[in-house]
């Protein structure tokens, strides 16, 4: 049992993560600013190991009394994607960075940091080459500079795991559809079809539920793991996006795939990953790409985006 501290618990990613820590007999406490009201974190107070602070990670004087109780940090809070961190820049260099900076100022030689990045940080790939952990870091977006930025600090440490995720889909208790499978999915439930710029991109996957996973196998082998960062995602879905709707539209036959040269994807991230390094110490995804497309289209039998969902992305 560890005292874990989760900050954006109440998010996408946490409200997946927390209750699976609750259950493995930790001790955890969440700060989030709840800034979408969501009750995403309900079935866990009932855990005398929950604890919760609405609170935010730019306040320094919270942060610096919280760090110091615990065991475990696992810094979930950010403002997430491209197109987010581009509307609201200086809270995402707050968020992403600053706060992070601070962390790593305040970490004792004991205590352990489990950080999710990005692998967006590679930019654009050459073709037909994977990249890996040694692949230089590339990145051509805010967002991507920001978590480059703060996985150095972490890692400089050297009490930290990073883990570069890929693009994550799947359903959660704090719901996002702007996510790409998840939208896209979204797209072929709802509207039937969808317009793709650039459909060739590519990119790498991996379900929410597969991020809490392999967070907890970090927690568990921190030992083995400490001061490296790893590629997370499905090895069998580096796929284009042009692929992923046609995957999707093997569920949904009426969904129409659309192509258009007049128009820019603002996200120009385009590689392919190697997740061998990951694989080679034990950890494997156990959810794929089409467990993921049926889960979310029975999600969305039951949500609708209606005021329900909010877009700005972010883990907090």
């Known amino acids: 049992m560890q005292k874990i501290l989760v900050t954006g618990g109440a998010g ?3 409200s997946t993560l927390v209750p699976r820590l609750l259950a493995d007999g930790h001790q955890v406490t969440v700060v989030d600013s709840f800034m979408f009201g969501q009750a995403s974190l309900l079935d866990c107070c009932a855990n005398p190991g929950f604890r919760v602070i609405k609170g935010d990670v730019r ?43 601070f962390m790593a100022s305040r970490l004792s030689a004991d205590q352990q940091v489990i950080f999710p990045v990005t692998n967006s940080g590679y930019g654009i790939g050459e073709a037909g080459k994977f990249c890996t952990e040694e692949s230089p870091l590339r990145p ?14 972490l890692l400089e440490t050297g009490a930290a795991v990073t883990l570069r995720l890929a693009t994550v889909f799947g359903s959660s208790p704090r719901m996002r559809i ?25 990119r790498n996957y991996l379900h929410v539920r597969d991020v809490a996973g392999a967070m907890i196998f970090a927690l568990t082998n921190f ?12 090895s069998d879905a580096n796929l284009s996006k042009l692929e992923l709707c046609e995957k999707i539209k093997s569920y949904l036959a009426d969904f129409h795939i659309l192509e258009s040269d007049l128009g820019e994807d603002p996200d120009k991230r385009d590689y392919i990953v190697s997740n061998a390094k990951i694989e080679a110490a034990g950890w494997r995804p156990r ?28 883990y907090a």
């Not at 306040?59 to 109780?69: F, N, P, T, V, Y």
């Not at 051509?140 to 600090?153: D, F, M, P, Q």
């Open 287 to 314: 959810h794929s790409l089409d467990d993921g497309i049926s889960e979310l289209i029975k999600a969305y039998t039951i949500i609708r985006n209606g005021g329900r969902f909010d877009n700005l992305g972010g």
């Open 12 to 14: 996408y990613i946490g």
């Open 178 to 202: 702007d996510l790409l499978v998840n939208d896209f999915v979204y797209r072929a439930v709802y509207d039937r079809f969808v317009v793709l710029f650039e459909a060739k991109f590519k």
């Open 223 to 234: 030992d083995s793991m400490r001061g490296q960062t790893y590629n997370c995602g499905l």
């Open 140 to 153: 051509i977006s805010l967002y991507g500079r920001t978590k480059v930025e703060a996985e150095r600090i």
């Open 59 to 101: 306040d320094h004087d919270l942060m610096a009394r919280e760090l110091g109780q615990h065991d475990v940090i696992i810094p979930l809070a950010a403002i997430v994607g491209a197109p987010s961190c581009d509307r609201y820049p200086a809270a995402a260099t707050a968020i992403n960075l600053d706060a992070i900076r």
